[in-house]
């Protein structure tokens, strides 16, 4: 199989303090229990077009490697769903990488997709 080239990390928009909706906030909150559950890099929490909410942290096997917001989206896809609302990653990077940005953007072109940091601080948004 082709390797097929990495999608360009995206740089989150700043957000101002408090801008999250309660429901994103509970977003952040479910990311950042993923993440420390498993002491993982990453956490990540995605919201369906139902209100359904799916929580992942990534995965890092010699045969199987998925960002936390990989897997967050194809649980919900495992689960039915067909739209995207909105994400959250925790994380320490500053920005958004590139294979999770894309699998948010299969299932939703406008859904926001908040970054944080990993004290629940939220960095910024990406919306495109």
């Not at 420390?36 to 992942?56: C, N």
């Not at 739209?83 to 926001?112: F, I, K, M, N, Q």
Request: hydrophobic share 50%; net charge negative.
């Amino acid at each position: 199989m082709p390797d097929t080239p990495a999608a360009p990390a995206a740089r989150p928009t700043p957000t101002a303090s408090g801008a999250l909706s309660a429901e994103d906030g509970k977003l952040v909150v479910l990311a950042r229990g993923a993440r420390a559950r498993v002491g993982a890099v990453e956490g990540a929490a995605v919201r369906d077009q139902d209100g359904r909410t799916y929580a992942a942290a990534n995965v890092a096997l010699p045969s199987l490697t998925l960002t936390a917001l990989q897997l967050a989206v194809a649980s919900a896809v495992a689960a039915g769903a067909s739209r995207l609302e909105a994400a959250v990653v925790v994380t320490e990077a500053s920005t958004l990488d590139g294979a999770g940005h894309a699998a948010v953007r299969d299932l939703a072109a406008d859904a926001p997709v908040h970054v944080a940091a990993p004290d629940g601080t939220v960095l910024g948004t990406v919306t495109q």
